[in-house]
């Protein structure tokens, strides 16, 4: 009889271990459990879950990367560096309410989505804005942004003076590849576009060193560019003048895992607290002290 107890016994240790085990793996704060929650005194238990996001680190005034953790920049994990930026402060408010961590991976804009899918990471909070092809994929959050398009040229080109898509008429332009700036592109009449760039850097210098005449992007964008390049000047268009868009796509939004309802409804709390005036104040902020470049 005492031999059949023990069995049993170790059964049940077995299946409490395995619970406890499941329960660990599905308890991070991309998931459901409360970060809180816990047994008093127990320090592993009281420390803050990882919410872990991928952005490029290289898209002021969204993100960018710096040396050293001022003005409150965050850790890259794997790196020396630290990455600040409008992404990064939204990200930490978000995060704080939800009792977690942040924690930042580097990663190329074309692979942000599938660090999302597959887990790597919890979100996208990268200056990232909804279009039908990331929708097949992702699952957006509420706007933390609303943003608007833009044109990007020299003071002294050719296109310096234009008022309209219709003034940039033939120029050769080119954008980011998989935004929703690159096929703005068509709306220029006989436009040459080149083809798309891995990043804004890249864009930038394509513009400065005259191997373009024009560039598309949002206003955010276009005013971290002429802070940082002075002979650039940025078109914002009058209404009715610009680039036509869906008002979605101008929407900047956290993206997650599509079918995790559950952290786009967390990151919606924390958004509400955040009011519109705050957004601004906070852009206008990073537009101000991101890294000169020049």
Known sequence: MKKRKG????????????????????????????????????????????FKIALECAYAPYNWTQTDNSNQAVPIQDSS????????????????????????????????????????????????????????????????????????????????NAKSVADLKGAICTSQQSTSWYPLLSQIPNANVQPALADVPTMLVSLTSGKCDMLSCDKPTAMAATRAYPQIQMIDFANGKGFKADAEQTHVCAAVAKGNTELKAKIDNALKTINESERTKLMDWCVKNQPSTT
């Open 7 to 50: 069995k049993s016994f170790r059964k049940a240790v077995s299946g409490v271990l395995a619970l406890a085990s499941f329960a660990l793996v599905f308890s991070g704060c991309g998931a459901s459990a409360n970060p809180s929650a816990g047994a008093a005194g127990n320090s592993a238990s009281s420390a803050k879950k990882p």
């Open 81 to 160: 560096s630290y990455c600040n930026g409008y992404d990064i402060q939204i990200a930490k408010k978000i995060a704080d309410k939800m009792g977690c961590e942040l924690q930042v991976f580097k990663t190329e804009w074309t692979s942000i989505p599938t660090a999302i899918t597959s887990g790597k990471v919890d979100a996208g909070i990268c200056g990232m804005t909804v279009t039908a092809e990331r929708k097949k994929t992702l699952l957006f959050s509420n706007p933390y942004y609303t943003s608007k398009y833009v044109a990007l040229v020299k003071k002294s080109g050719k296109y310096g």
